[in-house]
């Protein structure tokens, strides 16, 4: 049964990852005019021009450019950068440790400040406690990161002098950048743990166990939360590739030294390789988090499989 | 309607006139500047205080509306128009088409985290109000497409629909008159909701330095410029960070109170 959902799941992943390296292949040759050109300025020598055009393989025709780009990929190379024509990959694995940890620290922010919500919210709900939710959620979900990061440098680094403003050290220097990056998950994950809650608490077994004299708590710990965190299961996978892409503005307020940074770096400094590197680890990432959520989705709840 | 939808709907008519009328409105030039007063706080005659320029905040807010709208009309009318061709067209057609636009082509755009395809296509394209429309537009119209796409499967076995054709109505015919006019609702649920996007990710894009360019305004960019005087003139965050707040704030108020309105069943916050 579960090599057959592996098998189904790995045969729809694979157009979509052929399709993802084809565009992120062509964006090096949406650059209006030519991409050596635009990096090297104005006053190269054609020499110098004809030289790089040469060394990056774009006088080739586009291809014959396109099988090699597959051939370098399997084989886990994504080239060289303009700048300083070092493996991308080399660049790309030295940063993208500090974004995964990043992710994972917002992920934890996130889970953390939405079950005890969203199951307070649906509890009372109609009630006070669940309005105060449902508003707190809202804001989260409006506020944009970029917003909240400054305000929360203003006010915890600059005014209070809690914490660190920017960069990467102890844990005091992960606590802004990964609240800035979870809140908006955060908002979505309340709202979803509220209304599936609510929803598992129409159920029969909530009457049976309450009937059988259970605590209340006991009741939405151990049984409605077990069943009501499996559509959450999902939106937490499918949201960690959201994170990685959010964490792109979040480790530009921050100065945080992950892939972001680097994406943004090689996008200022016009070097197209790092760049088309960068977005297409990162999507790749993001395709592979969602195909392994859907596989653990249907291993939880083995309704999904009548379909 | 709820009465947050209200509310949001109050300041969405405001942001449209403030957008409209903007060169009324605003004091002061956006470009006038005043190198004497940079950095100025608040106070009675500029009530959002002056950039690291000495220019007006409150007209560059102002003027930052206009962009901000813009992008959020233009990409929404895009998105839906596109979206729903697609959509109606996967949904109504079935078989071999709407395999290859339900399974493949939603597939590999939805394979792409948030704004970062439109962040790669910009990095490419580079840098202008046009291709921030063009990539938002280009990552935006597929959940159209998805919700169009639903909406005709659900109706299009249906009787109403079944007898149109019995009586010799044309595909373009049925679609159009019959099936379109039943997806209105959801879609302007979710053309609320894709402003509410709009908005955010074009200021994220300029707050990266990817959006409209100098001298235009945008409170992406007015956010970004304002990290570097955070401790001397903190008004130069909390005012464009507030306008992006409410704004977004707004059309998910009214798009979350329309989708309660229009279906009650489905209780969400």
């Known amino acids: ?307 | 309607m709820n009465r947050l939808a209200k509310i949001g709907l109050i300041i969405i008519v405001i942001l449209f006139i403030v957008a409209i009328f903007a060169p009324q409105l605003a004091p002061e030039s956006i470009t006038a500047q005043q190198l004497s007063a940079r950095l100025e706080g608040p106070s009675l005659a500029h009530p959002f205080g002056r950039d690291q320029f000495g220019r007006d905040l409150l007209s560059r807010i102002i003027f930052g509306a206009r962009v901000s709208m813009r992008v959020g009309v233009t990409v929404v009318v895009i998105c839906s128009a596109i979206g729903t061709l697609i959509g109606a067209m996967a949904g109504y057609y079935g078989g071999w088409i709407d395999r290859l636009v339900s399974a493949f082509i939603f597939n590999t755009f939805l394979a792409f985290p948030g704004i970062l395809l439109a962040i790669a296509m910009i990095a490419f394209l580079g840098p202008s109000l046009n291709n921030v429309i063009l990539a938002l537009s280009i990552i935006g119209w597929v959940s159209y497409a998805r919700l169009i796409r639903g909406q005709v499967l659900k109706v299009k076995e249906q009787d109403f629909v079944v007898a149109a054709r019995a009586l010799g109505s044309g595909d373009l015919r049925i679609v159009w008159r019959h099936i379109l006019p039943n997806a209105i609702q959801p879609l302007i649920v979710q053309a609320t909701l894709g402003m509410a996007g709009a908005v955010l990710a074009e200021a994220g894009l300029s707050f990266l330095g990817l959006g409209v360019q100098e001298p235009m305004p945008s409170w992406g960019k007015m956010l970004d410029a304002g990290r570097a005087y955070v401790t001397m003139a903190p008004h130069m965050i909390i005012f464009p960070g507030l306008a992006i707040m409410i704004t977004v704030m707004a059309f998910n108020f009214v798009g979350d109170g329309l989708r309660q309105w229009l279906d009650p069943q489905q209780k969400r916050i």
């Open chain 1, 1 to 307: 049964m579960m090599g057959r959902i592996l098998v189904r799941r790995l045969v729809l992943v694979l157009p979509v990852i052929w399709a993802v390296v084809t565009l992120v292949f062509l964006l090096i040759h949406m650059v209006p005019g030519d991409p050596v050109l635009t990096y090297l300025g104005e006053r190269a020598t054609p020499e110098q021009v004809a030289e790089m055009r040469h060394r990056f393989g774009l006088d080739r025709p586009v291809w014959e450019q396109y099988i090699h780009y597959w051939q370098q990929l399997l084989k886990g190379d994504l080239g060289i950068t303009f700048f300083d024509r070092r493996p991308v990959t080399e660049k790309i694995l030295g940063r993208y440790p500090a974004t995964i940890e990043l992710a994972l620290a917002a992920l934890v922010v996130a889970v953390s400040l939405s079950i005890p919500l969203g199951v307070t919210a649906a509890t009372h709900q109609g009630k006070l406690a669940d309005s105060i939710a449902s508003v707190v959620a809202l804001v989260g979900i409006s506020l944009p990161n970029f917003a909240l990061g400054p305000l929360m440098i203003l006010l915890f680094a600059v005014k209070l002098r809690w914490l660190p403003a920017s960069g990467m050290g102890g844990l005091s220097h992960l606590v802004l950048p990964a609240i800035t990056l979870g809140a908006a998950l955060a908002a979505i994950l309340t709202r979803m743990v509220r209304s599936s809650v609510i929803e598992e608490l129409r159920q029969e077994y909530v009457k049976t166990a309450r009937a059988k004299g259970l605590s209340e708590r006991i009741v939405i710990y151990k049984h409605v939360l077990k069943n009501g965190l499996i559509p959450v299961v999902t939106i937490v996978g499918l949201q960690f590739g959201v994170l990685l892409g959010g964490a792109i503005i979040t480790e530009r307020i921050f100065n945080w030294p992950g892939i972001g940074t680097l994406t943004i770096e090689a996008i200022y400094a016009r070097d197209y390789p790092l760049v088309q590197g960068c977005i297409l680890v990162i999507a790749l990432t993001y395709v592979l988090v969602n195909t392994a959520t859907d596989v653990v989705y249907r291993m939880l709840d083995p309704r999904i499989q009548v379909e």
